[in-house]
Every structure is written in C-alpha cells, then in structure tokens.
C-alpha cells in the first residue's frame, strides 16, 4: 500500500492509502500543498482533483484515522475525532465520502493543526533497491521526505516537553 505524507507547520503523520480508483488518482497528482480547514476534529483541504470517484464506494459512516475523499468540495479529508455532525463519539463526515485510507499515528497531534495552516501532500518513495531484499528495515536509507517527517516529529515532541 502507498505511503503518503502529510506535512504540516505543527506536524507531519503518515498514512497508508488504500488500492481504490480514487486513492490511485489522488496519487498520481501528488505532491500537492494546500490550506487547512478544519470542521470539529476533521481537517480538510481543497485537493484541486477530479477523480473519477468509485461512488459506489461512497459512504457516510468513518471511523478516527480514516482518510478520505469528499466528492462534493474535491477535498481530502482526516477524521480524528467527533465533527459537528457526530451524535456519537465517532467522526461524521458533512456528506458521504470516499475512504482512500487510514492513519496510524497519534491522532491527538492532529488537533495541533489550525485552520490555515498549510500542508505539504506528497508520497513516501520506498527504496526499491532494498525493498526486495531480506535486510531489516534498519539498514534500510531514509528517504528525503521521511527524514523530514522525523525530524518534525522530534521537534513536536521536544517542544511539548520543553
């Protein structure tokens, strides 16, 4: 599954995005910078994209890490918690919406991220050379925009202890 990206000024996570006919669109546009929005614990942005959209796989229910495609406002979306539509603790999407994938990281440093603030969208490059080796991942190099995601990431965490 494809490894994307995603940068901000206040912190960077990853995400791996599904094999569906919009996550593959998605990325083939990528990398692409945008602004913030966010709506209750969503944060979307305009990514300027018309994917031909497996709307049979439009959906309205999603769960927190989930990321998605929202057909109506060409956005991608992160739900990481309850939106102004939720009745529960689970996130609702404004209308249904494409998954394309899904987040493992702390979601709790996604609420850092404001309005406006710009993100940088692009995909993780693996190291083909290693990647069919039997190495571990240790010896495996970073890539430029992995680097990148560490360092933000150990910035974000000395400066929430300092």
Known sequence: MPRISFQTKS???????????????????????AAISTWGDEIYF??????????GALSSEVEAGDVAY????????????????????????????IIIGKTKSDLS??????????????????????????APVADRKLSQSEIDALVRQLLAEKAGKG
């Not at 990481?80 to 009745?87: A, H, L, N, Q, V």
């Open 70 to 97: 929202w057909p109506q406002g060409r956005c991608i979306c992160v739900f990481f918690g309850p939106t102004p539509m939720s009745k529960t603790e689970r996130p609702q999407p404004a209308s249904p919406v």
């Open 46 to 55: 305009e990514a300027g994209i018309a994917t031909s959209c497996d709307n």
């Open 109 to 134: 440093e996604l609420r850092k991220i404001k309005a406006g603030d710009p993100v940088s969208v692009a995909q993780v490059q693996e190291n083909v050379s290693t990647a069919h080796q039997s």
């Open 11 to 33: 912190c960077c996570f990853l995400a791996e995005f599904n094999n569906s006919l919009t996550a593959r669109d998605i990325i083939t546009h990528l990398p692409l910078d």
